[in-house]
């Protein structure tokens, strides 16, 4: 069994900190959240394992400032499995890494079939780990023997897949591109506010009518609200097809939203009043949202034949090039190049479509410089192609 610390308060955060700075290598980090429970992201607790030191896991809520654990490791590489999901609830601790090895990328990069930190561990180093408990709610206090248990193996193993996968990037030639997808990953923004959130709502392409529209945003804004408040994921509190057999039944009373088949639950009976207010502030707003609201997105690759055939044989051409070069690299295509990426160059490519202009469109949309390296000069020669094809079409069967 791993050896683990839990640790719940000032005094055991320093000293273990300072076992930690004392440590050897990269830090391995995890996180565990309550996703599915809770209305926040925040962390509920946090593993770190550094070799020489141990492992150590931080109970977030009773520790509650975490400099001393920034000071003793914020100068070294962390090792994180799918960073991304774990670095939102790490800063919101004040908890910064430097520089990153994410297992889970470089696993993609190397074109594993499986990247789950399970998968890796197994495919790198031969240890099988249970995941039952990945899923669970870990606001849960005090927290129960096995889960702990499972959370300090989850962190112990990833310095050692980590020196493992580092080797295979060498041997194939892929450091550079770790390297460069580490730091863009490090470096990337949190994504800004969804507009009009509620349009999430599953089930709300079967409402019709701004009016009902506008009901719907309400009672989601006061679930929301409700949610936040209690700290409960609002799935939790109330489904999202109450909400929307709510909309489309347009009760005349609090009795008649009451006795509605799918609004039932203890969140949808206690807070009645909430949601009848909500109700009556949709049918009195003035603002009525629009069923279908433009969007700055590309229009669907099957559309383009009609609505923009030169890209529509552009994109046709590109896709398969693009893939073939994926795979002569043993990758992903959307880790050589986002199909989003692909579609925005060849909706409206430079003119000229030289390498150089398609590399720099790349670019300035965000792709590094390892992933233009890869696909540029392939995309413009996919470019030719697609009007030789549309003037010479014998050259398209071929």
Request: charged letters at 25%; hydrophobic letters at 45%.
């Amino acid at each position: 069994m791993t050896e683990y610390e839990v640790l719940s308060d000032a005094k055991a955060l320093r000293e273990a900190s300072d076992a930690l700075a004392a440590g050897t290598g990269p830090v391995g980090v995890d996180v565990e959240r309550a996703s599915g429970y809770r209305y926040s992201q925040r962390a509920y607790l946090v593993q770190v394992f550094r070799r020489d030191a141990g492992v150590f896991l931080f109970d977030p809520p009773a520790v509650g400032d975490f400099s001393a654990l920034q000071d003793a490791i914020g100068d070294q590489e962390w090792v994180l499995h799918a960073a991304s999901q774990d670095l939102p609830s790490l800063r919101e601790l004040e908890l910064n890494p430097p520089a990153i090895f994410d297992t889970e990328l470089a696993a993609r990069l190397l074109g594993h079939a499986h990247v789950g930190l399970g998968a890796v561990v197994e495919d790198t180093l031969g240890i099988t780990l249970a995941k039952e408990h990945s899923a669970a709610d870990w606001s849960t206090r005090p927290l129960p023997q096995p889960w702990l248990e499972y959370a300090a193996l989850d962190v112990e193993y990833l310095i050692d897949a980590r020196d493992a996968l580092e080797t295979e990037l060498a041997a194939s030639g892929k450091t550079e591109f770790a390297l460069q997808e580490f730091a863009a990953e490090l470096a990337r923004a949190p994504k800004p506010a969804r507009e009009d959130p509620w349009r999430r709502l599953s089930g709300l392409h079967t409402v019709r009518g701004r009016r009902a529209f506008a009901i719907a945003r309400e009672l989601w804004t006061a679930r929301e609200d409700y949610a936040r408040e209690q700290d409960v994921s609002p799935g939790r509190l109330v489904p999202d097809r109450a909400l929307v057999a709510a909309v489309r039944a347009d009760p005349s009373s609090k009795a008649e939203l009451a006795g509605l088949k799918d609004f039932t639950g203890r969140a949808s009976r206690t807070q009645l009043d909430r949601w009848w207010r909500a109700i009556e502030r949709g049918r009195a707003a003035s603002d009525l949202p629009l069923e279908r609201v433009p969007g700055d997105g590309l229009p669907p690759v099957r559309a383009w034949k009609d609505r923009n055939p030169d890209a529509d044989r552009r994109i046709q051409t590109v896709r398969p090039a693009v893939a073939e070069r994926a795979d002569e690299l043993q990758m992903p295509t959307e880790n050589l190049l986002t199909p989003e990426l692909l579609r925005r160059v060849a909706w409206e490519p430079p003119a000229p479509a030289t390498a150089e202009a398609i590399g720099a469109a790349l670019a300035a949309l965000g792709a590094r410089p390892w992933q233009i390296a890869q696909t540029a000069q392939i995309i413009a020669d996919a470019f030719v192609a697609s009007v030789q094809s549309e003037q010479d079409p014998s050259r398209a069967a071929s």
